[in-house]
T-cell receptor, first 110, second 117 residues
Framework: DAKTTQPPSMDCAEGRAANLPCNHS???????VYWYRQIHSQGPQYIIH???NNETNEMASLIITEDRKSSTLILPHATLRDTAVYYC???????????FGDGTTLTVKP | GAVVSQHPSWVICKSGTSVKIECRSL??????MFWYRQFPKQSLMLMAT?????????EQGVEKDKFLINHASLTLSTLTVTSAHPEDSSFYIC?????????????FGPGTRLTVL
């Protein structure tokens, strides 16, 4: 897996968009960007993944820069329940296992 | 879809005893599952890759004789912590992907908290 760098913590006001950055400057052409989150004392939850194009699902949007060296996870309307540690991982689709970094602790405040 | 369960959700045991943790894929078949360990305030660390019908692959530094993994069916992998000691107290999490046709996204179980007294 390519190394990823994320800010250790971020705050966001409830109802506002949360934009979580991830740097993966050494990502290779066949590596995807995956995002997961872990709410306290639970197993991680898959959020979204992408290769080159921007992606959107019911949980979030993923914006990948054209050079693929960084990406941003966007939670459009953050709620208190979105408070969690968010992990960005870059890896091959057939690699299976995931290498977790320290992630970003997002705190959504009322 | 893509639900992974774990049992038990928490367990307390005495030092020297063995503990078995089950990981099940409820609505899909998983030829490969992964076991992670997470200590307080730390990130997840991959312990081993569990392969259905064959031996598990352990990460460097993980004792295969202490952490026994069995993947006897396409929906069940078990992790047995043998002769548990207090330093084995941790949060154990399994995951699986959807295999061929997926893009590698992992689906995780809810975790098992092990406390060794």
């Amino acid at each position: 897996d390519a190394k990823t760098t994320q800010p250790p913590s971020m705050d966001c006001a409830e109802g506002r968009a949360a934009n979580l950055p991830c740097n993966h400057s050494t990502i290779s052409g066949n590596e995807y960007v995956y995002w997961y989150r872990q709410i306290h004392s639970q197993g991680p939850q898959y959020i979204i993944h992408g290769l080159k194009n921007n992606e959107t699902n019911e949980m979030a949007s993923l914006i990948i820069t054209e050079d693929r060296k960084s990406s941003t996870l966007i939670l459009p309307h953050a709620t208190l329940r979105d408070t969690a540690v968010y992990y960005c991982i870059a890896g091959r689709a057939n690699a299976g296992k995931s290498t977790f970094g320290d992630g970003t602790t997002l705190t959504v405040k009322p | 879809g893509a639900v992974v369960s774990q049992h038990p959700s928490w367990v307390i045991c005495k030092s020297g005893t063995s503990v078995k943790i089950e990981c099940r894929s409820l609505d899909f078949q998983a030829t490969t599952m992964f076991w992670y360990r997470q200590f307080p305030k730390q990130s997840l660390m991959l312990m081993a890759t569990s392969n259905e019908g064959s031996k598990a692959t352990y990460e460097q530094g993980v004792e295969k004789d202490k952490f026994l993994i069995n993947h006897a069916s396409l929906t069940l992998s078990t992790l047995t912590v043998t002769s548990a000691h207090p330093e084995d107290s941790s949060f154990y999490i399994c995951s699986a992907d959807l295999g061929t046709g997926s893009k590698g996204e992992q689906f995780f179980g809810p975790g098992t908290r092990l406390t060794v007294l």
